[in-house]
């Protein structure tokens, strides 16, 4: 019995001990930011934003978030799933004719802790293709499902010629959550900055909240002088009107 017990003891810290190898030392923000490899948000004082949507196309809400967004004038980046995209071709479609951004979500929106290097390629790979195919664009972006970033994560996304579009920290709404209208508006606005990445998402449940969230931000935030744009627009912003010497 004693034997048994030092046995499992053993075993347990030897799995700790190879998850902290694995995911302990994996590099901080700071460290991918300054490999070109990975953006949060971008540095500039021009007063531009850039939206995006994760987990679509769905065929009731992302059709309202492309009118809201031509309402005013706005442009936006969707992260699509692979899978989601192929059944829902005319909105992917729609999305490029109204001049917005597809990005890669991967194809079936797994746990990325939990699947292979092979694996996690092929999902890019597999919902690059499909895009193509409809649009005749290939994506530059992949936002990871989760916001997981490390080694494994940035090299799958490099070695398919794509930039990892993360979020700025204070702009994820969490409207997955369903929190509540004003709570949505109040993340955004409140926070607003020239050069933020917002996060929401236009699929995956009941994305009402969401809907009505943006137009109430986009009309807040286009009286305050804001311009929304895609995430390719915002990189050409990088450091405009900023002073490099502080």
């Known amino acids: 019995m004693t034997k048994r017990?030092?046995?499992?003891?053993?075993?347990?810290?030897?799995?700790?001990n190879n998850?902290?190898?694995?995911?302990?030392?994996?590099?901080?923000?700071?460290?991918?930011?300054?490999?070109?490899?990975v953006v949060w948000e971008v540095n500039t004082k021009e007063k531009v934003i850039a939206l995006t949507?994760?987990?679509?196309?769905?065929?009731?809400y992302t059709?309202?978030?492309?009118?809201?967004?031509?309402?005013?004038?706005?442009?936006?980046?969707?992260?699509?799933?692979?899978?989601?995209?192929?059944?829902?071709?005319?909105?992917?479609?729609?999305?490029?004719?109204?001049?917005?951004?597809i990005g890669n979500h991967t194809y079936f929106h797994p746990s990325l802790y939990r699947i292979s290097f092979a694996r996690l390629k092929k999902e890019i790979e597999d919902t690059d293709s499909i895009i193509y195919a409809i649009t005749g664009v290939s994506p530059t972006f992949f936002r990871p499902p989760g916001?997981?970033?490390?080694?494994?994560?940035?090299?799958?996304a490099k070695q398919g010629n794509h930039l990892l579009v993360m979020w700025s920290w204070t702009q994820d709404t969490k409207d997955w959550?369903?929190?509540?209208?004003?709570?949505?508006?109040?993340?955004?606005?409140?926070?607003?900055?020239?050069?933020?990445?917002?996060?929401f998402h236009d699929a995956g449940g009941n994305r009402t909240q969401t809907v009505?969230?943006?137009?109430?931000?986009?009309n807040k935030l286009s009286k305050e002088g804001y311009t929304f744009v895609t995430v390719s627009q915002l990189l050409a912003y990088k450091d405009r009107n900023v002073d490099s010497t502080k």
């Not at 017990?5 to 700790?16: G, K």
């Not at 916001?147 to 799958?156: L, M, Q, S, T, W």
């Open 53 to 60: 949507f994760d987990d679509g196309p769905d065929p009731l």
């Open 19 to 37: 998850y902290e190898t694995a995911y302990g030392a994996e590099k901080n923000r700071a460290y991918w930011e300054s490999t070109g490899k």
């Open 177 to 199: 959550k369903n929190p509540g209208i004003q709570k949505i508006v109040d993340k955004v606005c409140k926070n607003a900055k020239p050069g933020n990445i917002v996060l």
């Open 5 to 16: 017990f030092f046995f499992i003891v053993f075993l347990s810290l030897l799995c700790i």
């Open 147 to 156: 916001g997981v970033y490390n080694e494994k994560v940035v090299e799958a």
């Open 212 to 218: 009505q969230a943006l137009d109430i931000i986009l």
């Open 63 to 101: 059709p309202q978030i492309i009118q809201l967004l031509n309402k005013y004038q706005a442009k936006a980046t969707f992260f699509v799933v692979g899978q989601k995209a192929k059944n829902n071709l005319a909105i992917i479609k729609e999305l490029k004719q109204n001049g917005h951004e």
